[in-house]
């Protein structure tokens, strides 16, 4: 099969921060191993080995970029309905509260997909082989924030406040110290000693971070629709503790995890949370692989081509 796929965000590979594109890079890597033909349309900055490269041009019209030979087109970040060739579209973000799911789009959870009135979801895999392999015996004496920081959905001050009412250092990577948003955002906590603060870290520092922390603190304020977040995390061995919005409650098990809407009951739990490094690491291997994301993709792709609706 020749499959085209488009993104609009930031160019591949992914150095330091972009989900979708860590997440379209694996599909393509592991389409490309199972004998497919990948082509990606991207912007400007990327390059590949493993598959073609196509830069998108702002006011070029889609179908004048798209290979001829192109089987099925899979858009990330848009899609433009006066595609002439098969396509579907994966959701990696929220659409407004009511909205109803096209045939063609593929949600990143059950979650995702049922508050937009859909039913085909593909949860988001990694290319585990890009990352590091994670020492699982080493001490552990911290927990750690990961997430674009200046975004008030994903909570980094309730992070902050469950690390110092636990008595916890946290590590928090994707953020700067001093911010407009952490003087006003309850300084007492975001700015406390027991913080500290790196900017946006590759898959290298990541990992040495993450292998030394007891947890994610993740307490996000709205439905996240999967959060790369939490699977790498589990890949360092690292459980879990959040809200119970959006994707969480299906990605986070008891075993390797603890949710709650209250800052004080998971400031309560984390320091007693009897958690397997091993088990975290082998979870998230073994369910959130880039292989198994894409023999579903390929489940889904074939759904369409043979004219069926996905919702």
Avoid at 179 to 194: E, G, I, S, V
Avoid at 231 to 255: D, N, Q
Avoid at 296 to 307: C, P
């Amino acid at each position: 099969m020749n499959i085209t796929i488009i993104n609009n965000g930031n160019p591949i590979p992914s150095i330091h921060y972009g989900g979708t594109e860590r997440v379209i890079w694996g599909l393509g890597y592991e389409l490309h191993k199972l004998g497919h033909k990948v082509t990606f349309i991207v912007p400007k900055g990327s390059y590949c080995d493993f598959a073609d490269v196509v830069f998108l041009e702002d006011n070029t019209p889609i179908n004048t970029l798209i290979p001829k030979d192109t089987d099925i087109v899979h858009f990330n970040g848009f899609y433009d309905e006066t595609c002439a060739f098969p396509f579907v579209y994966t959701l990696h973000g929220n659409n407004p509260e009511g909205s109803v799911a096209e045939p063609f789009t593929i949600f990143i959870s059950k979650n995702q997909a049922l508050r937009n009135q859909g039913k085909t979801f593909i949860y988001n895999g990694l290319l585990w082989d890009d990352y590091p392999k994670v020492d699982l015996t080493k001490k552990r004496d911290y927990y750690h924030f990961l997430g674009k920081a200046s975004w008030k959905v994903k909570n980094l001050q309730g992070a902050c406040e469950i690390a110092v009412k636990s008595n916890n250092k946290l590590m928090v990577m994707g953020g700067e110290k001093w911010t407009w948003a952490n003087l006003k955002r309850k300084p007492q906590f975001t700015l406390h000693p027991n913080i500290k603060y790196f900017k946006q870290v590759n898959n290298t520092q990541k990992m040495a971070i993450m292998e030394h922390s007891k947890g994610l603190i993740f307490p996000v304020k709205w439905h996240e629709p999967f959060g790369l977040a939490i699977i790498e995390s589990m890949y360092a061995g690292c459980p879990v503790f959040g809200s119970t919005l959006g994707s969480l409650p299906e990605l986070v098990l008891p075993e390797v995890g603890f949710l709650s809407n209250n800052i004080d009951e998971i400031s309560a739990k984390i320091n007693t949370f009897d958690f397997s490094p091993k088990r975290c690491h082998e979870y998230a291997l073994e369910n959130f692989n880039s292989k198994k994301m894409a023999e579903n993709y390929l489940e889904a792709y074939t759904r369409i081509l043979d004219g069926e609706s996905l919702n």
